[in-house]
């Protein structure tokens, strides 16, 4: 059994950082893809970053590209999630995901990932 755990979020002024953490546990994490999806109240899940099972290659969209970074140490079991110059509309509950299948895959697609953590909010004031 997989199971993902988040960690980090919270409450910071536009233009902060925080920096969230997923630890994985119970399979082989290195050989997993992993991303992170958010999801605001009343919109859908959507694509924030993902990294391969080496990190040699990554996937931003336009909206987080220079402000978010996506790393992992797979002797730790965790992949992160650095966020930079935080707007209030990067206000949501973040999620780990990660599948075995994705390893060499930095897909943006949600059903991609069959593995899921429960979620970190995260609120940008203005």
């Known amino acids: 059994q997989v199971q993902l755990v988040e960690s980090g979020g919270g409450l910071v002024q536009a233009g902060g950082s925080l920096r969230l953490s997923c630890i994985v546990s119970g399979r082989a994490f290195s050989g997993y893809g992993m991303a992170w999806f958010r999801q605001a109240p009343g919109k859908e899940r959507e694509f924030v970053a993902a990294?391969?099972?080496?990190?040699?290659?990554?996937n931003y969209p336009d909206s987080v590209k220079g402000r978010f970074t996506i790393s992992r140490d797979n002797a730790k079991n965790t992949v992160s999630l650095q966020m930079n110059d935080l707007k209030p509309e990067d206000t949501a509950v973040y999620y780990c995901?990660?599948?075995?299948?994705?390893?060499?895959?930095?897909?943006?697609?949600?059903?991609?990932?069959?593995?899921w953590g429960q979620g970190t909010q995260v609120t940008v004031s203005s």
């Open positions: 990294i391969t099972w080496r990190g040699d290659r990554t």
């Open positions: 995901a990660a599948d075995p299948l994705r390893r060499w895959s930095v897909t943006m697609t949600t059903n991609a990932y069959s593995y």
